[in-house]
């Protein structure tokens, strides 16, 4: 079974600074792309970043500049190290990997989630 363990979330003020971690374990064979999406109250789930298994990242238009993405030298975490937060960043955010698992007769890649991380920012 394959977990996404989130970690990192909490409030603060407007400018401040929050690191977010996510690690996945489990019976996985490979961890592919990693990263993170948000979701406000009554607004739709959207990417904040993502990070391939290469190290090449993506990040939206409104947190670039502000948010860095990166993953551990084993590839099976990924943190989200947000700066300059802004109000409008404030919502639970998601860690999503998609992770190819060991099966009795090969492989198989689904996508996971983690159970969320609420990021409060006061003005």
């Known amino acids: 079974q394959v977990r996404l363990v989130e970690s990192g979330g909490g409030a603060v003020q407007t400018g401040g600074s929050l690191r977010l971690s996510c690690a996945a374990s489990g019976n996985i064979f490979k961890v592919n792309d990693m990263g993170w999406y948000r979701q406000a109250p009554g607004k739709q789930r959207e990417l904040v970043a993502v990070?391939?298994?290469?190290?090449?990242?993506n990040y939206a238009d409104s947190v670039q500049g502000r948010f860095t993405i990166s993953r551990d030298n084993a590839k099976t975490t990924v943190y989200l190290q947000m700066n300059s937060l802004k109000p409008e960043d404030a919502a639970v955010y998601y860690c999503?990997?998609?992770?190819?698992?060991?099966?009795?007769?090969?492989?198989?890649?689904?996508?996971?989630w983690g159970q969320g991380t609420q990021v409060t920012v006061s003005s």
């Open positions: 999503y990997a998609r992770i190819t698992i060991p099966q009795a007769m090969g492989v198989m890649t689904r996508d996971y």
């Open positions: 990070i391939t298994v290469g190290g090449t990242t």
